[in-house]
């Protein structure tokens, strides 16, 4: 199994950016998908996570009403765009993946992850 997150660098504060999580080796349509981030000499958060048919998601109160998550069951591919973004979003962003039909917030419940995609974002 592999994810592999795409689409991080270097934007100013009040830009945006999308991120990309291509999935293989399993059968995307089974899974969760969520978006985490771990900032320096902090602990993996919970950022976003959608259900596996994309009827459901769910937010970190931090991320409300600015970041977006989405998924191409056909492209094996989950998308977070990230709009009016902070410097307290700069982080490193991990994809992950859990056997399930409902997203959950635990990083704990998922099974794979990605190897992560660095978000800077400067004042």
């Known amino acids: 199994v592999q994810l592999a997150e795409s689409g991080g660098g270097l934007v100013q504060a009040g830009g945006s950016l999308r991120l990309s999580c291509a999935a293989s080796?399993?059968?995307?349509?089974?899974?969760?998908m969520g978006w985490f981030r771990q900032a320096p000499g902090k602990e993996r958060e919970f950022v976003v996570a959608?259900?596996?048919?994309?009827?459901?998601?769910g937010y970190a109160d931090s991320v409300k009403g600015r970041f977006s998550i989405s998924r191409d069951n056909a492209k094996n591919t989950v998308y977070l765009q990230m709009n009016s973004l902070k410097p307290e979003d700069t982080a490193v962003y991990y994809c992950?993946?859990?056997?399930?039909?409902?997203?959950?917030?635990?990083?704990?419940?998922?099974?794979?992850w990605g190897r992560g995609t660095q978000v800077t974002v400067s004042s």
């Open positions: 992950a993946a859990a056997l399930s039909s409902t997203w959950y917030k635990l990083a704990r419940i998922y099974n794979y």
């Open positions: 080796g399993l059968t995307f349509g089974n899974y969760a």
């Open positions: 959608i259900s596996r048919n994309g009827d459901s998601t």
